[in-house]
Nanobody
Framework: QVQLVESGGGLVQAGGSLRLSCAAS????????MGWFRQAPGKEREFVAS????????SYADSVKGRFTISKDNAKNMVYLQMNSLKPDDTAIYYC?????????????????WGQGTQVSVSS
């Protein structure tokens, strides 16, 4: 079965950086679009970033554009989220998500598989 396992979360001061990783198994990774979402306390889950199956296209939420970078290593079945210039508003549980590229059009944010999340806390 498909498994997504996030790692790399933690506590960091405002202005700092973190790199989240997501290890995928049980799927033909190179044929999947991948995404990162987050959920802050008391708020709904929101889109952060996504990357197309081949890595050639990316999309970002306006709130993270210019600060976060998503990347995909199809040889290692890994997706990453490099987060720079972190702000207290970035505090949330971050989730990795996957969807087969043939099931949706690029840009649709509908994912089939989800990880359990990793906590990111940014202090002011």
């Amino acid at each position: 079965q498909v498994q997504l396992v996030e790692s790399g979360g933690g506590l960091v001061q405002a202005g700092g950086s973190l790199r989240l990783s997501c290890a995928a198994s049980g799927l033909t990774f190179s044929r999947y679009h991948m995404g990162w979402f987050r959920q802050a306390p008391g708020k709904e889950r929101e889109f952060v970033a996504s990357i197309a199956w081949g890595g050639g296209s990316t999309s970002y939420a306006d709130s993270v554009k210019g600060r976060f970078t998503i990347s995909k290593d199809n040889a290692k079945n890994m997706v990453y989220l490099q987060m720079n210039s972190l702000k207290p508003d970035d505090t949330a549980i971050y989730y990795c998500a996957a969807v087969p590229s043939w099931r949706i059009e690029w840009g649709q944010r509908k994912y089939d598989y989800w990880g359990q999340g990793t906590q990111v806390s940014v202090s002011s």
